[in-house]
């Protein structure tokens, strides 16, 4: 593959709900511009971008695949990003790297939530963008329906239709090309005229087409009015900066299975869509100070790792997307945020998982490396004497967890490195270990996103892992002032062991302990305090209503004896801890739960149901609001009863709808929940 300056690259992003077809049309473009010599099926397991055990298996998209197509003297990185929402991150990542997005969406069931998640993520990110309304030769697909649902997307663009569809369902033959006023059949090489039957509707979209290619230039505008006829070129010049200002949405239809309709959208994506050297300037850290960058490959290096892999032949991928600067093969570059040089080996395109060697990467260019051994995803690589650091984009919080245990004594030795770089590949991922309750907690975006990781870790790092339903972090604490004393005795015919502890317990407002000596006139020597001190430590680990951990806790140390030669810190220690277990028992102890707040967007028809569903969870709801027919509700529910709610509010929307979900505060158990769970904590036969 040969070389391409700036402004001769595309980086288009595909995206929409799973299942609009995005990985069939790339297909398709791959086959009719000669990069492959025949078409994989999804269905087969047989295409470009879905070659990963896991995609095939499943038959869907679990991971942006890169598809480099050379077209008309340009090249057009198109980005086959997953469409199910539990991968949301490989969609987010795409979007980040790309001037562009082709937004599809599926003639039968029209716009998804999927599609409004990716439609918000493309205005969050201010990109150009088309519509296509994919699998036209589906029975019961329906354009004009289709076309119609869009508007529930925004009420601030205007969407065009800039073709038109040749028949419907299986009479599907191609496009009517509204730019040139000709009938495009099948994958569209060839022209013909318009049928007869579409001239009328042909010329009525066509009309609507000028006006808006009108609007995007002044000059063409004043042209318009005066009644000038625009020919096709100054009609997509005009249309291009309309679309780049994102005031109007242009509209295509295609069968990415038959491939119909390919081209004459790979000649909208070189002409309507802006190169890297058109998109506006990012912003990038050089030393503390905010800098802009073009995509010029006179400016200075700034490559961005967009996202890493494990490759089990090569080892390590590292996805970079030149902002600025040349990269070139062999060379050492500069890691800003690790603080290290890289010296990289050959630069390689990938084709799905073809590795093609390159010599230099262009600004604007995406490309992979091999075997770097510190650059992680969202780092810069760039020059040291003018280190960059490039923004990266915000992803959503995690919503389901599990707690992972090792099957094999060999494989715990293993897992924490294995979950750190399964996160460091997907930065929707994250693992942590809970202090609480010893478990080992994987987070991510879904079970089937959780249960992707865990496949991978097994089939590419031979880790076995298994999962069960984490424990709720519940925490222990007080609610008034408290006190004890405990005597610690012991004789055993040599050297005892004596300690008395006096101790006053109170809540404690802000910070989680504190630990004080109110002892005067050496009562205790004041060597023997940190004893008492990890005494009470000991205890607040493993709290004293149901195993949690106690916080917010002031302790004082009010009095106390102590004997010349039976005293020892081990028996200050065992005075420590059961004073304390006393004085908090007598400081009316709570049991405290996490609160997640929710964010919920589902269908108005589905409201009544999420609204009642959540009651049962013992949730509040702080507000409700509607936007585009949808119902936006906002609730505080218990962490202990929403731990599977992304699977439960798919079930019960149909898949429409979906939430996001961040941690808010601790508040009290109520009483019913907190003796069932300090009964369950308590050993057989232990009624206290």
């Not at 496009?175 to 059949?185: G, S, T």
């Not at 302990?513 to 305090?529: C, L, W």
């Not at 005075?575 to 739960?593: I, S």
């Given at each position: 593959?040969?070389?391409?300056?700036?402004?001769?690259?595309?980086?288009?992003?595909?995206?929409?709900?799973?299942?609009?077809?995005?990985?069939?049309?790339?297909?398709?473009?791959?086959?009719?511009?000669?990069?492959?010599?025949?078409?994989?099926?999804?269905?087969?397991?047989?295409?470009?971008?879905?070659?990963?055990?896991?995609?095939?298996?499943?038959?869907?998209?679990?991971?942006?695949?890169?598809?480099?197509?050379?077209?008309?003297?340009?090249?057009?990185?198109?980005?086959?990003?997953?469409?199910?929402?539990?991968?949301?991150?490989?969609?987010?990542?795409?979007?980040?790297?790309?001037?562009?997005?082709?937004?599809?969406?599926?003639?039968?069931?029209?716009?998804?939530?999927?599609?409004?998640?990716?439609?918000?993520?493309?205005?969050?990110?201010?990109?150009?963008?088309?519509?296509?309304?994919?699998?036209?030769?589906?029975?019961?697909?329906?354009?004009?329906?289709?076309?119609?649902?869009?508007?529930?997307?925004?009420?601030?663009?205007?969407?065009?239709?800039?073709?038109?569809?040749?028949?419907?369902?299986?009479?599907f033959k191609g496009v009517i090309d509204l730019f040139k006023m000709v009938a495009r059949p099948k994958e569209g090489k060839s022209e013909e005229p318009?049928?007869?039957?579409?001239?009328?509707?042909?010329?009525?979209?066509?009309?609507?087409?000028?006006?808006?290619?009108?609007?995007?230039?002044?000059?063409?505008?004043?042209?318009?009015?005066?009644?000038?006829?625009?020919?096709?070129?100054?009609?997509?010049?005009?249309?291009?900066?309309?679309?780049?200002?994102?005031?109007?949405?242009?509209?295509?239809?295609?069968?990415?299975?038959?491939?119909?309709?390919?081209?004459?959208?790979?000649?909208?994506?070189?002409?309507?869509?802006?190169?890297?050297?058109?998109?506006?300037?990012?912003?990038?850290?050089?030393?503390?100070?905010?800098?802009?960058?073009?995509?010029?490959?006179?400016?200075?290096?700034?490559?961005?790792?967009?996202?890493?892999?494990?490759?089990?032949?090569?080892?390590?991928?590292?996805?970079?997307?030149?902002?600025?600067?040349?990269?070139?093969?062999?060379?050492?570059?500069?890691?800003?945020?690790?603080?290290?040089?890289?010296?990289?080996?050959?630069?390689?395109?990938?084709?799905?998982?073809?590795?093609?060697?390159?010599?230099?990467?262009?600004?604007?260019?995406?490309?992979?490396?091999?075997?770097?051994?510190?650059?992680?995803?969202?780092?810069?690589?760039?020059?040291?004497?003018?280190?960059?650091?490039?923004?990266?984009?915000?992803?959503?919080?995690?919503?389901?967890?599990?707690?992972?245990?090792?099957?094999?004594?060999?494989?715990?030795?293993?897992?924490?490195?294995?979950?750190?770089?399964?996160?460091?590949?997907?930065?929707?991922?994250?693992?942590?270990?809970?202090?609480?309750?010893?478990?080992?907690?994987?987070?991510?975006?879904?079970?089937?996103?959780?249960?992707?990781?865990?496949?991978?870790?097994?089939?590419?790092?031979?880790?076995?892992?298994?999962?069960?339903?984490?424990?709720?972090?519940?925490?222990?604490?007080?609610?008034?002032?408290?006190?004890?004393?405990?005597?610690?005795?012991?004789?055993?015919?040599?050297?005892?062991?004596?300690?008395?502890?006096?101790?006053?317990?109170?809540?404690?407002?802000?910070?989680?302990?504190?630990?004080?000596?109110?002892?005067?006139?050496?009562?205790?020597?004041?060597?023997?305090?940190?004893?008492?001190?990890?005494?009470?430590?000991?205890?607040?680990?493993?709290?004293?209503?149901?195993?949690?951990?106690?916080?917010?806790?002031?302790?004082?140390?009010?009095?106390?004896?102590?004997?010349?030669?039976?005293?020892?810190?081990?028996?200050?220690?065992?005075?420590?801890?059961?004073?304390?277990?006393?004085?908090?028992?007598?400081?009316?102890?709570?049991?405290?739960?996490?609160?997640?707040?929710?964010?919920?967007?589902?269908?108005?028809?589905?409201?009544?149901?999420?609204?009642?569903?959540?009651?049962?969870?013992?949730?509040?709801?702080?507000?409700?609001?509607?936007?585009?027919?949808?119902?936006?509700?906002?609730?505080?529910?218990?962490?202990?009863?929403?731990?599977?709610?992304?699977?439960?509010?798919?079930?019960?929307?149909?898949?429409?709808?979906?939430?996001?979900?961040?941690?808010?505060?601790?508040?009290?158990?109520?009483?019913?929940?907190?003796?069932?769970?300090?009964?369950?904590?308590?050993?057989?036969?232990?009624?206290?």
């Amino acid at each position: 593959m040969k070389e391409y300056a700036t402004e001769k690259l595309r980086n288009i992003a595909f995206v929409s709900h799973g299942g609009a077809g995005k990985t069939s049309l790339g297909e398709a473009m791959l086959h009719h511009t000669g990069a492959v010599t025949r078409m994989g099926k999804v269905e087969e397991g047989n295409s470009v971008s879905d070659f990963e055990d896991e995609e095939i298996r499943r038959r869907q998209s679990l991971s942006t695949s890169i598809l480099p197509i050379e077209f008309q003297d340009h090249k057009i990185n198109v980005l086959d990003t997953p469409g199910f929402m539990d991968f949301v991150g490989e969609a987010i990542s795409a979007l980040w790297v790309s001037e562009g997005a082709v937004l599809l969406v599926d003639s039968v069931a029209g716009v998804e939530v999927g599609t409004e998640v990716m439609w918000g993520y493309c205005e969050e990110y201010a990109l150009p963008r088309i519509v296509v309304i994919s699998k036209m030769d589906r029975d019961n697909a329906n354009f004009k329906r289709a076309l119609a649902a869009l508007g529930s997307l925004s009420r601030d663009v205007t969407f065009i239709p800039v073709q038109l569809p040749w028949g419907e369902k299986r009479a599907f033959k191609g496009v009517i090309d509204l730019f040139k006023m000709v009938a495009r059949p099948k994958e569209g090489k060839s022209e013909e005229p318009i049928p007869e039957d579409l001239a009328d509707a042909a010329e009525e979209a066509r009309i609507a087409l000028i006006e808006a290619a009108a609007e995007g230039d002044d000059a063409l505008l004043e042209k318009y009015l005066e009644g000038e006829q625009l020919s096709a070129d100054e009609i997509a010049l005009g249309f291009r900066q309309a679309v780049w200002s994102r005031t109007f949405i242009p509209v295509f239809a295609s069968a990415g299975t038959v491939g119909t309709g390919t081209i004459p959208l790979l000649e909208a994506m070189v002409q309507l869509l802006p190169s890297p050297a058109d998109a506006p300037a990012r912003s990038a850290d050089s030393k503390g100070e905010e800098v802009e960058i073009r995509g010029s490959d006179t400016g200075p290096l700034a490559a961005y790792v967009w996202k890493t892999t494990a490759d089990p032949f090569v080892g390590r991928l590292t996805y970079l997307r030149v902002f600025s600067g040349t990269l070139s093969s062999d060379s050492r570059v500069w890691n800003q945020i690790r603080r290290e040089e890289e010296r990289l080996g050959t630069l390689q395109l990938l084709r799905g998982k073809e590795q093609i060697p390159a010599k230099n990467l262009h600004a604007g260019d995406i490309g992979v490396i091999a075997k770097l051994g510190k650059t992680e995803t969202r780092d810069t690589l760039s020059e040291k004497t003018a280190a960059l650091t490039v923004g990266s984009p915000s992803y959503p919080g995690a919503l389901y967890s599990v707690a992972v245990v090792p099957k094999t004594q060999a494989d715990a030795a293993k897992i924490s490195s294995v979950l750190t770089r399964l996160s460091e590949e997907d930065p929707t991922l994250s693992w942590h270990q809970e202090a609480s309750t010893n478990q080992t907690i994987l987070q991510g975006m879904g079970d089937q996103h959780i249960d992707v990781a865990i496949r991978k870790a097994e089939a590419k790092f031979q880790v076995g892992i298994e999962t069960e339903v984490p424990q709720v972090p519940y925490r222990e604490t007080i609610t008034k002032v408290g006190s004890s004393q405990y005597r610690h005795k012991k004789q055993t015919g040599g050297s005892g062991q004596f300690a008395e502890v006096h101790m006053r317990v109170e809540p404690l407002e802000s910070g989680e302990f504190e630990f004080v000596s109110e002892v005067f006139g050496g009562r205790i020597s004041s060597g023997y305090m940190p004893a008492i001190e990890k005494g009470v430590r000991g205890v607040m680990k493993g709290g004293v209503l149901s195993g949690h951990p106690i916080e917010k806790v002031r302790v004082a140390i009010t009095d106390g004896k102590e004997h010349p030669v039976d005293s020892k810190a081990i028996a200050f220690e065992t005075a420590g801890r059961e004073a304390f277990k006393l004085a908090v028992r007598d400081a009316g102890p709570v049991m405290l739960e996490p609160i997640v707040e929710l964010r919920i967007t589902v269908p108005e028809a589905n409201m009544g149901d999420v609204m009642g569903d959540l009651n049962t969870r013992r949730a509040r709801v702080q507000g409700a609001d509607s936007e585009r027919g949808r119902s936006i509700i906002t609730a505080h529910a218990p962490l202990a009863e929403v731990q599977r709610y992304t699977t439960h509010l798919r079930s019960m929307t149909g898949g429409r709808g979906f939430f996001t979900m961040e941690f808010s505060h601790y508040e009290n158990v109520p009483l019913h929940v907190a003796e069932e769970l300090i009964a369950a904590a308590a050993p057989d036969g232990d009624e206290d």
